[in-house]
């Protein structure tokens, strides 16, 4: 190996904008990410064991039994939220840990790139990936309603897709600061896959326990937060026995606070602190 | 600013304190750092990484101010930062990527093209001299290579200024004499290049000017040439003849002069002393004593002597090296 006797050339080309550069770091986890066997496993299993047999499963029932309450069924299954926070913990778990395990962090802050920008490409990549479980299938399964139902009630039909375009959309999103978030706290991806899993488990574990207390301690249950959600945007409203402010507090706060905690471990981070 | 007027200075400091905690890793550290290649030197903890991170804006200094090419570094760091290209010192690289890959996704989010950034890639990996390896995982990459790599992801983007943390570290003599042989070669293409080491001879070989600072603080800086040429007006001589005859000159020369060193080499004597008048009482001298004089000129220190004196004058320590 000797030193080629090419000089070095400067280059002059136009530079790109900073969104196409974010772009570019999403879509490099992403494909990293599709070639994990074990994402890969996880996401074939899923989608087979869910999506599949469902599909099967709608195509036997009469056409006049297929509506909007199908999807929050399909979505509030045990096995869709196993699925999801495995692949959750799976995805997220070296977003960032990677980054700082190889250092390579440094790299992406001495270029044109602050902790907004980091932040979006991760969440950007990472939401992908999760998308190919989370977002595709339920709104491939809508359409597939839509397009084969039989009654006059299109507009409806219409507006049950839009919402699961939305259920599929913050499911996907829901997890993510959670799992960024304990990322970042962590070099080692096996830490944090397994801190994300325990995180959501323990949380339905105490949830369960306590709601024969008061039913309101459900709402620290991930699962179950979802599936309040998906009920109140699918119309059947929120159960009579849980507050609906309170859940209101716990939805946002599940995002809010490891986002805005997220947000400073990188910033502290990206300023050497 | 004046900064913006002055072509010559890429990067001011004035007054830069950061701290970690009770740590204050620069105190109160200002220079004026000149375009060409300008080596930073001092020992382990000096600051030099410190203050690499804060020109960079990776750290908000406690205080001061720094100006990259008249720019703010932490208030317009996207538009410094497309004007900069660093090598950071420890291991940084991603190791599932082969280094092609990795090059060309470092031009990529410094703004380039795919279609620009592969050619570009291929093309500062032949540079760097790494050849099919490249095909190559990173994790599979000797430390020599990984330093190329560092160097060629640092330069993909053709920065205007390069920050080069250790670029020689963890190398071998063939390679590190490579990599100087590079950064020279970067350095033709009017770059600005900041080489932060406690390695004095790479500075020595391709610096024009060099800092040193020890526990946070500027102990000195200057041009390379006259740091070398000492602040004591060293002088030495060289004289032929038989051997009673320098032993007369040595004596006559201490009388005069204070001599700091006398070497013997195969028939001739070597005197270092200090010289502040002119040469011509050094001829009278030789005569006197009947000796061929065969050589009197300015003694050139080495970056090592400057660098411990520097350290001595202030009471640092030179642990580090």
């Known amino acids: ?273 | 600013m004046a900064e913006k007027d002055n072509p010559e200075v890429t990067i001011v400091s004035k007054g830069i304190t950061v701290s970690y905690g009770q740590i204050v890793a620069l105190d109160n550290f200002s220079v004026d750092v000149p375009s060409g290649i300008v080596g930073l030197l001092g020992p382990n903890g000096a600051g030099k990484s410190t203050f690499i991170k804060a020109i960079l804006g990776l750290l908000v200094p406690n205080r001061g101010v720094i100006r990259i090419a008249g720019h703010d570094p932490i208030a317009e760091s996207v538009l410094v930062r497309d004007m900069i290209g660093y090598m950071p010192e420890h291991d940084c690289l991603i190791e599932n990527f082969t280094a092609i890959d990795f090059v060309s996704y470092m031009g990529q989010i410094s703004g380039m093209k795919k279609r620009d950034a592969m050619p570009r890639s291929h093309e500062m990996l032949d540079f760097v001299g790494i050849g099919e390896e490249r095909y190559r995982l990173i994790s599979s990459y000797s430390t020599g290579m990984k330093q190329r790599v560092k160097l060629a992801q640092a330069i993909v983007h053709d920065p205007k200024i390069l920050f080069l943390d250790e670029p020689t570290n963890g190398m071998d003599p063939q390679g590190r004499e490579d990599m100087l042989n590079l950064i020279k070669k970067i350095s033709d293409s009017d770059k600005s290049i900041l080489v932060s080491t406690h390695i004095l001879d790479d500075i020595e070989k391709v610096s024009d000017h060099a800092m040193i600072i020890s526990n946070g603080k500027l102990i000195t800086q200057g041009n390379l040439d006259k740091l070398l040429a000492g602040k004591e007006n060293l002088k030495y001589v060289q004289v032929r003849g038989n051997e009673p005859a320098r032993l007369d000159f040595v004596k006559l020369l201490k009388d005069s002069y204070d001599v700091r060193s006398v070497t013997q080499e195969s028939g001739q004597t070597r005197i270092v002393f200090i010289n502040t008048g002119d040469g011509n009482s050094i001829f009278k001298l030789s005569q006197e004593a009947n000796v061929q004089l065969r050589a009197y000129s300015p003694e050139r220190a080495t970056l090592e002597d400057v660098f411990i004196g520097a350290l001595e004058e202030n009471g640092g320590n030179s642990n580090g090296n």
């Open chain 1, 1 to 273: 190996m000797g030193i080629d006797p090419i000089g070095y050339k400067p280059w002059n080309g136009e530079r790109t904008s900073k969104l196409d550069r974010m772009f570019i770091i999403s879509k490099t986890f992403y494909i990293q990410k599709l070639k994990s066997w074990w994402v890969r496993g996880f996401l074939i299993l899923g989608l087979f064991f869910l999506f599949l047999i469902s599909i099967f499963a709608f195509i036997l029932l009469p056409h006049d039994m297929l509506d909007a309450g199908v999807i929050p069924l399909l979505m509030g299954n045990v096995f869709f939220f196993i699925m999801s926070i495995l692949l959750a913990s799976l995805i997220c778990s070296d977003s960032i840990a990677e980054d700082f395990r190889s250092n390579s962090f440094v790299l992406y802050f001495s270029r044109a790139m602050k902790t907004e920008s980091y932040l979006a490409s991760k969440f950007g990549g990472t939401f992908m990936a999760l998308a190919m479980f989370c977002f595709l299938p339920p709104v491939i399964i809508a359409i597939l309603i839509v397009g084969t139902q039989s009654g006059p009630a299109y507009g409806a039909s219409l507006g049950a897709l839009g919402y699961t375009i939305i259920a599929g959309f913050v499911t996907t999103f829901f997890f993510l600061p959670l799992g960024l978030l304990i990322s970042s706290m962590t070099t080692r991806k096996s830490y944090a896959a397994v801190g994300m899993f325990m995180s959501i488990f323990s949380l339905s574990l105490i949830g369960a326990i306590f709601s024969d207390f008061d039913s309101n301690w459900i709402l620290i249950d991930t699962s179950s937060l979802l599936i309040i959600f998906y009920d109140w945007l699918f119309g059947f409203g929120i159960p009579n026995n849980i507050d609906a402010g309170l859940f209101s507090v716990m939805f946002s706060g599940f995002i809010i606070i490891p986002l805005a905690l997220l947000y400073l471990r990188i910033h502290m981070k990206a300023v050497g602190k």
